[in-house]
């Protein structure tokens, strides 16, 4: 069973929205940290957003601030990440994770899903 299983991801037009979905399977437990990234094919992995599980605190990158909107179902254990006038740029593989410590860093996250694709374009 996959310890992290996201969806939502699809074609979307410039200007909508979408929300992410990241299910954390049953043998995840004890996360402190979930937190959702993205990479272009052939471009380095860029860090979106991350949320600490203890007090719900949440961090966003600066480019990213205002557009995206991490939160957790914790009746479900799934995280989304919601996406805001999406732009062509925005276009990417979108992965979550999670860490059973504090980070919230692309190479050190303990868990990782497949990772969903999104498309930007008319």
């Known amino acids: 069973q996959e310890p992290l299983v996201e969806s939502g991801g699809g074609l979307v037009q410039p200007g909508g929205s979408l929300t992410l979905s990241c299910a954390a399977s049953r043998g995840v437990f004890a996360i402190n940290v979930m937190g959702w990234f993205r990479q272009v094919p052939g471009k380095e992995h860029e860090r979106l957003a991350c949320r600490r599980s203890k007090d719900g605190s949440t961090y966003y990158e600066d480019s990213v601030k205002g557009r995206f909107t991490i939160s957790k179902d914790n009746a479900n254990n799934t995280v989304y990440l919601e996406i805001n006038n999406l732009k062509p740029e925005d276009t990417a593989v979108y992965y979550c994770?999670?860490?059973?410590?504090?980070?919230?860093?692309?190479?050190?996250?303990?868990?990782w899903g497949k990772g969903t694709l999104v498309t930007v374009s008319l």
């Open positions: 994770a999670a860490d059973l410590r504090s980070d919230c860093v692309w190479g050190s996250m303990d868990f």
